[in-house]
């Protein structure tokens, strides 16, 4: 028995077999038994309860799996994004005063004293700054890469809004976003339209 083109055919007997396949198991559900029997790549056999209960828990379970996955993922990118919000500020800090302060940084990113004391500890361990007791905060190399990055990031996002016709303050907000969140071929598209624009 091969499966069928469509999501539905008709069986010996003119019985109506409707197949469905999930992520480890492909299975053929003849519609015909009243009993729940199941056709498993063309051999029948009849579900129990426990059978059922397996296979929904299983696909529940890889369901939990997938989720978890993309939820993991999007809490990495938001620590990037932080990551990138903190380096950039500290970059801009430093180029103005010649040192960012926690406090500085607490005021720029409209978030409190405690909150950036956190994020410098993970920056810090994540070998993004460098830091002492009491003292500023300071971009290393892979910091100030990434700090560029950003910044160059920023950049075309805005000049492509600018392009777009989209007024310079609205831009800048909307650019704080959307840097984070386009690819690198997105990036070039936004480049490539504001060079002939």
């Given at each position: 028995m091969s499966l069928p083109e469509g999501a539905g055919w008709r069986g010996e007997g003119g019985r109506s077999v409707v197949w469905t396949i999930t992520c480890s198991y492909c299975y053929i559900t003849d519609a015909g038994l009243s009993n729940g029997s199941l056709a498993i790549l063309g051999q029948t056999m009849t579900q129990s309860p426990t059978v059922a209960e397996t296979t929904r828990k299983a696909g529940a379970a890889r369901l939990a799996e997938v989720q978890a996955s993309a939820l993991r993922h999007t809490r990495q990118e938001h620590a990037m994004e932080t990551a990138q919000d903190y380096a950039e500020a500290?970059?801009?800090l430093a180029a103005i005063h010649g040192e960012a302060r926690a406090v500085d940084l607490a005021r720029r990113l409209g978030v409190s004293h405690v909150t950036v004391i956190r994020t410098v500890a993970r920056l810090q361990r994540d070998g993004y700054v460098s830091t002492r007791p009491y003292r500023s905060i300071f971009l290393t190399d892979k910091g100030l890469r990434m700090a560029e990055e950003s910044r160059r990031r920023h950049e075309i996002v805005v000049a492509f809004l600018r392009a777009l016709g989209v007024?310079?303050?609205?831009?800048?907000t909307d650019a704080e976003g959307i840097e984070?969140?386009?690819?690198?071929?997105?990036?070039?598209?936004?480049?490539?339209?504001?060079?002939?624009?």
């Open positions: 500290i970059a801009d007024p310079e303050a609205t831009a800048q984070h969140h386009v690819s690198p071929e997105t990036l070039a598209a936004f480049k490539r339209y504001t060079a002939s624009n």
